[in-house]
T-cell receptor
Framework: KAGVTQTPRYLIKTRGQQVTLSCSPI?????VSWYQQTPGQGLQFLFE???????NKGNFPGRFSGRQFSNSRSEMNVSTLELGDSALYLC????????????FGPGTRLTVL | AQSVTQPDIHITVSEGASLELRCNYS??????LFWYVQSPGQGLQLLLK??????LVQGIKGFEAEFKRSQSSFNLRKPSVHWSDAAEYFC????????????FGTGTRLKVLA
């Protein structure tokens, strides 16, 4: 079975721009979670989607949003980019939302200049 | 509040030596427990997990972990470290009541000396 895939792997943007990241979960997995990883803050939970519905949300500003499609693929969007948004964005999938193991993709490295 | 503590930010061991990475959690019940490994610039790879049953769990790459309820700990061990084990290791807790959440520790960076 193919693992979690994320595209693109690397992105460079400038402040004020917006960006969309994509995540394809493992086949059969219906839950997708997003995390931001920075050296200073570690792994921080952004949000989780299950069956196209946001089930859980972390403590991030409204500039961070996401959605999930009927095939379980998910996108996250960051608008009005700030320098502090530079991070590794990780996507994880699991079979169900309420339990179980999350499997992570390789991440998207976003650099904001 | 729920939390995961990895008290060692950095650990250095010699190749062939044994390894133990510590993880303590704060949670009102027995959670699901996980260890992940991350190589630089990469995603997290699952090493092992504990849901219930035998408190000694075997994982991939020769790692094992032991759940100790009385100490709220889930320490990761390996009897003989290889240079390729150099990476960052994260302990995580999955909550078992209320809205399911994954809570990560801050990670332990392992350096292996040849």
């Amino acid at each position: 079975k193919a693992g979690v895939t994320q595209t693109p792997r690397y992105l460079i943007k400038t402040r004020g721009q917006q960006v969309t990241l994509s995540c394809s979960p493992i086949s059969g997995h219906r839950s997708v979670s997003w995390y931001q990883q920075t050296p200073g803050q570690g792994l921080q939970f952004l949000f989780e989607y299950f069956s196209e519905t946001q089930r859980n949300k972390g403590n991030f500003p409204g500039r961070f949003s996401g959605r999930q499609f009927s095939n379980s693929r998910s996108e996250m969007n960051v608008s009005t980019l700030e320098l502090g948004d530079s991070a590794l964005y990780l996507c994880a999938s699991s079979v169900e939302a309420s339990q179980g193991t999350q499997y992570f993709g390789p991440g998207t490295r976003l650099t904001v200049l | 509040a729920q939390s995961v503590t990895q008290p060692d930010i950095h650990i250095t061991v010699s190749e062939g030596a044994s390894l133990e990475l510590r993880c303590n959690y704060s949670y009102g019940a027995t959670p699901y427990l996980f260890w992940y490994v991350q190589s630089p610039g990469q995603g997290l790879q699952l090493l092992l997990k504990y849901f219930s049953g035998d408190t000694l769990v075997q994982g991939i790459k020769g790692f094992e972990a032991e759940f100790k309820r009385s100490q709220s700990s889930f320490n990761l061990r390996k009897p003989s470290v290889h240079w390729s084990d150099a990476a960052e290791y994260f302990c995580a807790v999955g909550t078992t009541s209320g809205t399911y959440k994954y809570i990560f520790g801050t990670g332990t960076r392992l350096k292996v000396l040849a």
